[in-house]
């Protein structure tokens, strides 16, 4: 649906909380004719998670019952979006409006799929709140916006707070996920880019945004599959996902005064939307022949099915029951998408195809309509062709007369006709018939009233056009939304085929071969990453140094040091990125990986001051280390930068340490950079802790970066002085700050000697427990057990020998 008012954002969202503070969202998008349920806990007294997804959203108006304070006396959703959003249109329904009972309804007759495919059947009772706020949302749009929604229609996607990764905001803006924060590298002229942008090179506008089944073994394996989708796809127009969407709406009652001159836009969009259609229909056969020639060999799916916390790894041979592995029989085989094009062709003419260029996609389709039909039409294209022509004609008149051989009349939707002179053909001034003269580069655009006056006459006869136009096309629009859901099929097969195959193969085609590798995912194993890049930097340095990570529930900690501008943050941001390409369905950059599925990722990165809310940075850091801690779960994904850094030294190190043994004790991976080297001492009281650090080089008191990540601790000392001196500190102050960190580092690392001695049998004893859990799953013969458990034996004693 066309949103009249200029709105930038298409989104209208439903928001409803029960005492429990749970929360229902239901996202309904009118530009693509989706609704998205959500509903979840909300865990934050500051309803971080609503606050994430209005972010994500940017709705154009939120609809919220009553405000009534939740019973613990927090803030409600209905305040939160006074607050959080308040720019935004602000809509109260009555609590009757929220009716699960007719939402559910509702979704099921709306959408596209079967109820069972959505897991409506099963989530009903549990999932009540987003189907409530599902009703009162649906019902707005229908009132505000005059239409009704046709019965399965809707692309309806169900998440529930099990079967996605979360990213809070936060998260999103430090690992520049959509924008990145920095536009351009320091000391280079490349533009920096974000994860998005990385990805963006798909030809429809969904493509950027659907969800991607892992499905690129074939792609990358099949040249021949992967060009020939690519070519196909570019023959289907670039908006074709989002204009079908205009045959999920219909107006309430179809009158002349509906299709009156002021709705004229709104003709000219159900024309067009036609227009598309049949160049998208047109194209469906070159799809078809791919498939025929490529497509012989069964596909297989790997689907990643999250629930009850167990990962169900389901490997489905011939995808009978996946819509990509059957898209030929699906999608091309399907007859009621040549029955939708053969009513089209009965009434629109064949020579009409979609085009982006303005005035001949407006003489599209003022004659998109076979001729003879109607009289009225016929009159109206007569006036256009008349004027059209009028003003060509004016064009060589004033070429002729005021000597300008090189005047052109080129056209767009706002202005219409208007002249294009070079100004190098310009002598003096320009006569006084040309007015509205403005610079445009190396031309001059103007106006004159004579072409003014065309243009006004063109402008009605075109919207006379479309007027008779549409009152025509009203019945086979009735037909086509009779078959709506196979256009909603059309248009989620066609982003989920651009994504594969213009986004993620296209992106993995354009490096050099072996540095991109499928992930493997596993139930409850481990976070190992052979040899990652980062995958946008990367793109940026030739040079870029890999590293890897390996964490387990054995080692579910790792401590990384290093100084000032060493690569750790970087090496924070590369983690997340490569599990979340990963997640999507996308290859990642690294020699080898195996995966646990992450349900969210929380990151705690560089801060600042924050005026607005009146917090420093130290109170900002701790509002999103409270929320980190308020909903980690056991799988989730935890990199904190510098935790504590914002207070004084003996406070910061004290919450750092605190955080450190909260995580340790659930099974979430960590990843903690830091330059307290104090918290390596975690590692002898904790055997799943491992220390790491990013190799440097000492020589006369310069660093030489290596950006190499290795075990161990590494002591690089007065680095901080080091830096400080480039910097230009005075060499005296700079004396006496090393004496300082001496006396106070010579008592650490006595500290540390004794801890060591105190947990030392604990650490061999653990490690062990870990040998013996590899042995117990591996598939060594029973010879080659039993030396491995002598050669462990003999490790143990001489470990405890070497301690006494």
């Given at each position: ?15 409803i909380?029960?005492?429990?503070k749970e ?9 693509s004719a ?5 509903q ?15 972010q ?11 405000n009534?304070?939740?019973?613990d ?8 979006a ?24 509702l ?9 069972s495919?959505?897991g ?10 987003c ?19 046709i ?5 309806v996607?169900?998440?529930?707070s ?8 936060t998260?999103?803006q ?22 998005f942008?990385m ?15 892992d ?11 992967f060009?020939g ?27 002349n ?16 939307s ?7 229909l ?9 498939q025929?020639?490529?497509w ?10 999250w ?16 819509l ?6 699906s ?9 939708i094009?053969n009513?089209?062709?009965e ?15 407006r ?27 009028a003003v ?22 706002r202005?219409?006709f ?13 006569p ?9 580069g ?12 065309l ?31 196979v ?7 066609l ?5 594969m195959?213009n ?7 354009t ?6 590798t499928r ?9 190992a990453?052979?040899?990652g890049r ?7 340095n030739?040079e870029?140094?890999p590293n ?13 040091m ?11 941001q ?5 599990v979340i390409?990963?997640q ?8 080898f990986?195996?995966?646990?599925v ?6 705690r ?6 005026l ?6 130290f ?15 056991s ?8 935790l504590?850094?914002?207070?004084s030294?003996s ?6 340490w ?5 995580l ?17 001492e ?40 080091m ?18 960190t ?22 061999l004893?653990?490690?062990?427990a870990?040998?013996?859990?590899c ?30």
């Open positions: 649906m066309e949103d009249d008012t200029g709105e930038r954002s298409s989104f209208v969202i439903g928001l909380e029960n005492r429990a929360v229902g969202v239901a996202a309904f998008d009118l530009r989706s609704l998205h349920l959500s979840y806990i909300e865990t934050s007294s500051s309803y971080q998670n609503t606050k994430t997804l209005l994500f959203y940017e709705p154009m108006a939120i609809i919220v019952p009553p009534k304070l939740a019973a006396g927090m803030v409600g959703v209905s305040q939160l006074d607050g959080f959003c308040s720019s935004t249109r602000k809509v109260i329904m009555n609590r009757g409006c929220f009716d699960d009972t007719r939402g559910a309804v979704v099921k007759g709306l959408a596209a799929k079967e109820p495919a959505l409506l059947d099963s989530y009903y009772k549990q999932y009540y709140l189907l409530a706020a599902a009703a009162a949302t649906i019902k707005w749009i229908e009132a505000e916006k005059g239409v009704v929604v019965n399965h229609s809707l692309l996607t169900f998440n529930g099990f079967d996605h990764m979360n990213i809070d905001a998260s999103v430090n690992l520049e996920i959509i924008e990145p924060m920095h536009s351009s590298l320091l000391g280079t002229n490349s533009k920096k880019r974000s994860l942008h990805l963006k090179t798909t030809r429809t506008i969904g493509g950027y945004g659907n969800n991607c089944i499905k690129l073994d074939e792609l990358m394996s099949n040249e021949q599959l060009f989708l690519s070519q196909a796809l570019r023959k289907f127009p670039k908006e074709t996902d989002r204009v079908l969407c205009h045959f999920c709406f219909k107006p309430k009652r179809v009158t005064e509906v299709l009156a001159s002021n709705n004229g836009r709104r003709n000219q969009i159900m024309i067009s036609i227009i598309l259609l049949k160049t998208a047109d194209a469906l056969p070159l799809l078809s022949q791919v025929h020639h490529c012989g060999q069964a596909f297989t799916f790997l689907y990643l099915i629930y009850n916390d167990e990962l169900v790894i389901q490997v489905l041979k011939e995808a009978k029951s996946c990509l592995g059957n898209v030929y029989k999608i091309c085989e399907n007859e009621k998408y040549t029955s094009r009513r089209i062709g009434v629109i003419d064949e020579d009409v195809l979609h085009t982006r260029v303005p005035f001949v996609a003489t599209q389709q003022c004659f998109a309509f076979k001729a003879g039909v109607d009289g009225l039409l016929d009159m109206a294209r007569r006036s256009f062709c008349d004027t059209s022509e060509h004609d004016l064009a060589n008149k004033y070429r002729e007369d005021f000597r300008l051989p090189n005047l052109k009349i080129p056209f767009n939707n202005k219409g208007y002249f294009s002179i070079p100004q190098k053909d310009i002598q003096g001034k320009l006084s018939k040309f007015i509205q003269v403005m610079k445009h190396n031309n001059v655009h103007c106006s004159s009233l004579e072409l003014a006056s243009n006004a006459r063109n402008k009605s006869a075109a919207k006379e056009c479309w007027l008779r136009t549409a009152f025509c096309l009203e019945a086979l629009m009735d037909a086509i939304r009779e078959d709506v859901s256009l909603t099929v059309l248009s989620e097969v982003c989920l085929l651009d994504m195959v986004s993620f193969a296209h992106t993995i085609s490096k050099p071969v072996d540095r991109y992930p493997n995912f596993t139930c409850d194993g481990p976070l990453i052979d040899s980062h995958p946008i930097l990367e793109s940026i030739n870029f140094i890897g990570i390996f964490l387990s529930e054995a080692s579910n900690m790792a401590i990384v290093g100084p000032n501008m060493s690569g750790k943050s970087t090496y924070l590369q983690v997340c990125l490569t390409l990963a999507i369905g996308c290859y990642i950059p690294a020699r990986a195996t995966l646990r992450v349900d969210r990722i929380f990151t990165m560089g801060t600042m001051d924050c607005e809310s009146n917090s420093s940075t109170m900002t850091e701790m509002k999103e280390t409270a929320f980190i801690m308020q909903n980690v779960s799988r989730s994904l935890i990199v904190m930068d510098e504590g850094r914002a207070t030294s406070d910061g190190f004290a919450i750092a605190s955080c450190c043994e909260q340790l004790a659930l099974k979430a991976y960590s990843i903690f950079a830091t330059h307290m080297e104090n918290l390596s975690l590692a002898t009281m904790y055997p799943n802790v491992k220390i790491l650090h990013f190799d440097v080089d000492v020589r006369n008191n310069r660093m030489d970066f290596k950006f190499l990540l290795k075990d161990g601790l590494r002591h690089v000392p007065h680095y901080g002085l830096l400080a001196g480039v910097a230009g500190l005075p060499s005296s102050v700079v004396e006496t700050a090393k004496k300082i001496s006396r106070i580092k010579e008592k650490e690392m006595k500290r540390m000697e004794v801890n060591y001695r105190q947990y030392q049998d604990l650490q004893t653990y490690q062990v870990q040998r013996l859990m042995l117990k799953f591996s598939d060594q013969d029973e010879d080659s057990l039993r030396e491995a458990l002598q050669d462990l034996k003999e490790s143990y004693l001489s470990g405890k020998h070497k301690d006494n």
